[in-house]
């Protein structure tokens, strides 16, 4: 982070400003308030919001002109990636093929620590490990890890790994994914995740741990995913379910339903799976919050 970061209120200004551009709540070409109204509205000095700005426009967010002031510049993503949660397999299937991915890594560890517990690896077994980044429109939205046994991963090649969803090769090399366990969290990015989502050291991320598993309940895959926020978002929809004393909300299960992929210039594509579909806008809540 920049030194200037160390002045908490030039800080504070920068980051309701910088999370009001992003979420497009002020929109692109949005004229932003003037230097005094600035300071007025934080209860700062001008000097404080000049470097508030300052920041912003480094990173290329706005553009300010003595003749018309502040306006935004950043265009945010068209359509950023929203994934139904109880849909954990046909989302894998489906991102794999409608989204461009980057292998930065491919090599073969020992398995240790949690990624050996999770998958009950032994410990002289041989893991292979990627690294993966996920981009939509050009635009990096997933940093992602992967171990595979290697009994399982000899199945496949390198090129191959870095051109087709890693889903469709354990299929390929006869593995029946049954079912996965998953957690979500909240992160923050590396220096070398940062440089990949094209994201500041320290940003927020949302941290996903997933463990696939077979038929037999052996574990075939350990993943961790980190998203940028603002172009990755989980979905899930909620029923009431229970007695009357005892109502609760539970997840909707789809069996059946048919999933409905939405891309930019690119048509809807219908599949019979559980969802995931593309956001025309951010601004649009997504359907994460319980409401009571």
């Given at each position: 982070m920049?030194d200037?970061?160390?002045?908490?209120?030039?800080k504070?200004?920068?980051?309701?400003l910088?999370?009001?551009?992003?979420?497009?709540?002020?929109?692109?070409?949005?004229?932003?308030p003037?230097?005094?109204e600035?300071?007025?509205?934080h209860?700062?000095?001008?000097v404080t919001?000049?470097r508030?700005?300052?920041?912003?426009?480094?990173e290329?967010?706005?553009?300010?002109?003595?003749?018309?002031?502040?306006?935004?510049?950043?265009r945010?993503?068209p359509?950023p990636?929203t994934?139904?949660?109880?849909?954990?397999?046909?989302?894998?299937a489906?991102?794999?093929?409608?989204?461009?991915?980057?292998?930065l890594?491919?090599?073969?560890?020992?398995?240790?620590?949690s990624?050996?517990?999770?998958?009950?690896?032994?410990p002289?077994?041989?893991?292979?490990?990627?690294?993966?980044?996920?981009?939509i429109?050009g635009?990096?939205?997933?940093?992602?890890?992967?171990h595979?046994?290697?009994?399982?991963s000899?199945?496949?090649?390198?090129?191959e790994?870095?051109s087709r969803p890693?889903l469709?090769?354990?299929?390929?090399a006869?593995?029946?994914?049954?079912?996965?366990?998953?957690?979500?969290?909240?992160?923050?990015?590396?220096?070398?995740?940062?440089?990949?989502?094209?994201?500041r050291?320290?940003?927020?991320?949302?941290?996903?741990?997933?463990v696939?598993?077979?038929?037999?309940g052996?574990?075939?895959?350990?993943?961790h995913?980190?998203?940028?926020?603002?172009?990755?978002?989980?979905?899930?929809?909620?029923?009431?379910?229970?007695t009357a004393?005892?109502?609760?909300?539970?997840?909707?299960?789809r069996?059946?339903?048919?999933?409905?992929?939405?891309?930019?210039?690119?048509?809807?594509?219908?599949r019979?799976?559980k969802?995931?579909?593309?956001?025309?806008?951010r601004?649009?809540?997504t359907?994460?919050?319980?409401?009571?």
């Open positions: 920049r200037w970061l160390g002045e908490a209120k030039a504070q200004v920068y980051l309701v910088r999370d009001r551009i992003l979420s497009g709540a002020s929109g692109f070409d949005a004229k932003l003037t230097e005094n600035l300071a007025e509205l209860d700062v000095s001008r919001v000049r508030a700005l300052g920041e912003l426009a480094r290329r967010l706005i553009e300010r002109r003595r003749s018309s002031g502040t306006r935004v510049i950043y945010p993503s359509a990636v994934a139904d949660i109880s849909g954990v397999l046909a989302n894998l489906v991102m794999g093929r409608r989204t461009a991915v980057k292998l890594s491919f090599d073969y560890v020992p398995a240790e620590g990624v050996a517990q999770a998958l009950g690896a032994a002289d077994q041989l893991l292979q490990r990627s690294v993966r980044v996920r981009s429109d635009m990096p939205f997933s940093y992602l890890t992967t595979v046994p290697e009994s399982i000899v199945t496949f090649t390198k090129q790994l870095g890693l469709e090769l354990l299929e390929r006869g593995v029946k994914v049954e079912s996965a366990r998953q957690r979500i969290s909240a992160g923050l990015a590396s220096p070398d995740v940062a440089e990949s989502l094209d994201v050291t320290g940003s927020p991320v949302l941290e996903l741990i997933r696939s598993f077979d038929q037999l052996r574990g075939v895959e350990h993943l995913a980190l998203y940028r926020p603002d172009r990755y978002a989980f979905e899930i929809d909620l029923v009431r379910s229970g004393d005892t109502k609760a909300w539970s997840p909707v299960v069996r059946k339903s048919k999933a409905k992929i939405k891309l930019p210039n690119t048509g809807e594509l219908n019979t799976d969802r995931l579909h593309l956001t025309p806008s601004q649009r809540e359907k994460n919050h319980a409401r009571s």
